[in-house]
Nanobody, 128 residues
Framework: QVQLVESGGGSVQAGGSLRLSCVASGYSISNRCMAWFRQAPGKEREVVAARDTGISRAHYNAAMKGRFTVSQDNAKNTVYLDLNSLKPEDTAMYYC?????????????????????WGQGTQVTVSS
């Protein structure tokens, strides 16, 4: 059974940093498209970043590029999202998502419907 479990969320002040982790079980993160999304109260879910784990290539939402970094540790079967220079508007539930095996991110890496597996999310709260 495929399972994604996020952790690392919390409450920080503006300008602070957090590292979110997504541990996968039931399959390997190798050669997959893994992504992070977020959803703030009253807003639609939006993509933050994605990573082609087979070729270690990252894709970023242009609005967040430069502050957030997605990385992987195949040995730990984990994908990370480093959040830096956090702003109050980054407050949201952050979700990890994955596609099927050997599925590259491609041009629709940002599309919610292209991901088949989702975690339960981890809350990030940034205060001013």
């Amino acid at each position: 059974q495929v399972q994604l479990v996020e952790s690392g969320g919390g409450s920080v002040q503006a300008g602070g940093s957090l590292r979110l982790s997504c541990v996968a079980s039931g399959y390997s993160i190798s050669n997959r498209c893994m992504a992070w999304f977020r959803q703030a109260p009253g807003k639609e879910r939006e993509v933050v970043a994605a990573r082609d784990t087979g070729i270690s290539r990252a894709h970023y939402n242009a609005a967040m590029k430069g502050r957030f970094t997605v990385s992987q540790d195949n040995a730990k079967n984990t994908v990370y999202l480093d959040l830096n220079s956090l702003k109050p508007e980054d407050t949201a539930m952050y979700y990890c998502a994955a596609r099927g095996p050997s599925d590259v991110c491609g041009p629709i890496w940002y599309r919610i419907s292209s991901y088949s597996h989702w975690g339960q999310g981890t809350q990030v709260t940034v205060s001013s």
